[in-house]
């Protein structure tokens, strides 16, 4: 399958570029970045996504597909046994694969190798970019074995949509900004942490209902519109929070 045909004309990679660079238009960054992705599953296909800023005392994730409490995971421990970080191309905007750097039999018997059976993917590709002098974005997709790995097509695909996905991220947003009460914080951090309602109900002591008053309040101060949303939303300003 790592052989397999791959085409795409001018105009579907224009279409592309144009999702990712139109303006957001009430849009949070997190839904502009998952539309754009979506095109590009339709030219790349893939079945993880994870965009997420690395700073010197942070990482702040902008789009995940991965269930919160792994999405967290990654960032406080799968990170730094990750074989593709101490390869990453930094500032060159060129996409890395995990086959570059490790042999599947290398992986298998690496720390890692627990991430991607979490994850149910095998084939990862990232690509990397300079935000600032202090930052970098990094845009991960994954597929499963069974859609073989990324060709020479797809990665420089990826190459091409990258400029514009980092355009999408913020700059300086605060979590005060967007006006949550403490309790309305409280429980949309434990749902980023991957606390269901009643979970969240028992940690803080309050009912059932009230959770889900105060997870209806945090969506509509923040302009998300799930769960998933809300955690990335958090897990970006907040920074990430050992569970």
């Keep these: 399958m790592g052989n397999r045909s791959v085409t795409f004309s001018q105009e579907e990679v224009a279409r592309l570029i144009s999702i990712a660079s139109s303006p957001r238009h009430g849009r949070t960054v997190t839904e502009q970045l998952d539309e754009t992705l979506d095109a590009l599953d339709g030219l790349l296909p893939h079945t993880l996504r994870f965009v997420y800023t690395l ?51 290398e992986c298998d018997r690496s720390e890692f190798s627990e991430a991607l059976r979490r994850g149910a993917i095998d084939h990862v590709a990232g690509i990397w970019t300079r935000l600032d002098e202090a930052s970098q974005l990094f845009v991960v997709v994954a597929r499963p ?22 355009d999408c991220v913020p700059r300086g947003t605060r979590l005060a900004d967007f006006g949550l009460s403490p309790m309305q914080l409280a429980v949309a951090r434990l749902a980023a942490a991957g606390l269901g309602d009643r979970e969240i109900a028992r940690e ?26 809300l955690a990335a939303l958090l897990l970006t300003l907040d920074g990430p929070r050992m569970c």
């Design 55 to 105: 700073r010197p005392a942070s990482a702040d994730v902008h789009l995940s597909t991965m269930e919160a409490r792994f999405a967290n995971d990654y960032l406080t421990h799968y990170r730094f046994c990750d074989p593709m970080v101490p390869h990453a191309p930094r500032g060159e905007n060129r996409v890395l694969c995990l086959s570059d750097v490790v042999t599947r039999g």
């Design 145 to 166: 074995r069974s859609m073989g790995d990324f060709v020479p097509k797809e990665r420089s695909l990826f190459e091409v949509v990258l400029p514009a996905l980092a």
């Design 204 to 229: 803080l002591e309050i009912g059932f209902a009230s959770v889900r008053t105060h997870l209806a309040r945090a969506f509509e101060k923040t302009g998300t519109h799930s769960r998933t949303a």
